[in-house]
């Protein structure tokens, strides 16, 4: 059964960084089979929002609010698909989760909480 594990989450100030890790498991076959993969979040009172993608090929997708603050990125040795955070901003704090395509079906993990604190 496929699983996709978050980790990372915490508490930072503003304008700190943190990287979340996304660490896939129970799955045949290769790593590079899952097609898109992405983060989500989701804060209080509010609807799940995308914060980046990562096609197989490598193509990256960055919501307008985090461009040019976070990268996603992915690790086929490790099965892991990463978002580096820098210049956190309080209304960045939310669960942040992550998503992957496979075989037609999109699986989640269970998300990780951020808070920035200003």
């Known amino acids: 059964q496929v699983q996709l594990v978050e980790s990372g989450g915490g508490l930072v100030q503003a304008g700190g960084s943190l990287r979340l890790s996304c660490t896939a498991s129970?799955?045949?076959?290769?790593?590079?089979?899952?097609?898109?993969m992405g983060w989500y979040r989701q804060a209080p009172g509010k609807q799940r929002d995308v914060v980046a993608t990562?096609?197989?090929?490598?193509?990256?997708n960055y919501a307008d609010s985090v461009k040019g603050r976070f990268t996603i990125s992915r690790d086929g040795a490790k099965n892991t698909v990463y978002l580096q955070m820098n210049s956190l901003k309080p209304e960045d704090t939310a669960v942040y989760y992550c998503?992957?395509?496979?075989?037609?079906?999109?699986?989640w993990g269970q998300g990780t909480q951020v808070t920035v604190s200003s």
């Open positions: 990562i096609a197989r090929d490598g193509s990256t």
């Open positions: 998503n992957g395509d496979r075989n037609g079906y999109t699986y």
């Open positions: 129970g799955f045949a076959g290769s790593f590079s089979d899952f097609g898109p």
